[in-house]
């Protein structure tokens, strides 16, 4: 079954500093993740810039301000998405949940999901909700406990949540690697 068209959706999200400004929960790590982006590269920068020239391209960002891979992954996308021009919107996973679903990971709601869409709606693609080499854990975790009621669960998971944190490393470390994601995902539409 194919991704919705998320044309209706167009206009119903928030720019993203309005998301900024209205954050209840770690709105000053957030903003601080934002400040310290840095290109690793000048290569990737010229991507995204050259990206300006586009104008068939639309994203929507499924979020939640609670959510840590939101805090920690969102701000280098806002920053990508600035430099390229691209219309971008969030989504407040709560108050869109039909589009939530449209997009589980692993038959779950996570965010943050970023959504490349064409301007008629449809759906290019999509990124998250972490880059691949922190994604590893989570799937790997959720295959070894399938059974959510299980004695072990939340102490595995406790476990696993330490290695994801791990993975995303000390400070900007992650950057590179969400900026390395979503620039092959671009370069294929």
């Known amino acids: 079954m194919g991704k919705p068209n998320l044309s209706h959706k167009f ?14 929960k770690n ?16 290569e990737d920068r010229e991507f995204f810039e050259s990206l300006n020239h586009r104008d068939d ?17 969102i701000p280098v996308v806002f920053q990508a998405l600035e430099i390229s021009g691209i219309p971008t919107e969030v989504l407040i996973m709560e108050n869109h949940p039909e589009v939530m679903d449209e997009f589980l990971t692993m038959g779950g709601r996570s965010v943050p999901v970023v959504i490349f869409a064409d301007t008629g709606g449809h759906v290019l693609g999509q990124w998250g909700p972490r880059p691949q080499h922190v994604q590893e854990v989570m799937i790997e975790f959720k295959r070894l406990n399938p059974d959510r ?3 072990d669960y939340q102490e595995n998971l ?25 620039r092959e995902l671009i370069s294929g539409y």
Not at 11 to 24: H, Q
């Open 57 to 73: 391209l639309r994203v929507l960002i499924l979020a939640a301000d609670w959510c840590g891979d939101v805090v920690r992954n």
């Open 27 to 42: 709105q000053s790590e957030f903003q601080a993740n934002y400040d310290s982006f840095t290109w690793s590269n000048e």
């Open 158 to 182: 406790a476990v696993a949540r330490q290695e994801i944190g791990k993975r995303y490393g000390e400070g900007t470390e992650s950057h590179a690697a969400i900026i390395r994601e979503l």
């Open 149 to 151: 009621e299980a004695a």
């Open 11 to 24: 206009g119903k999200g928030l720019p993203p500093k309005d998301f900024i400004e209205s954050m209840t």
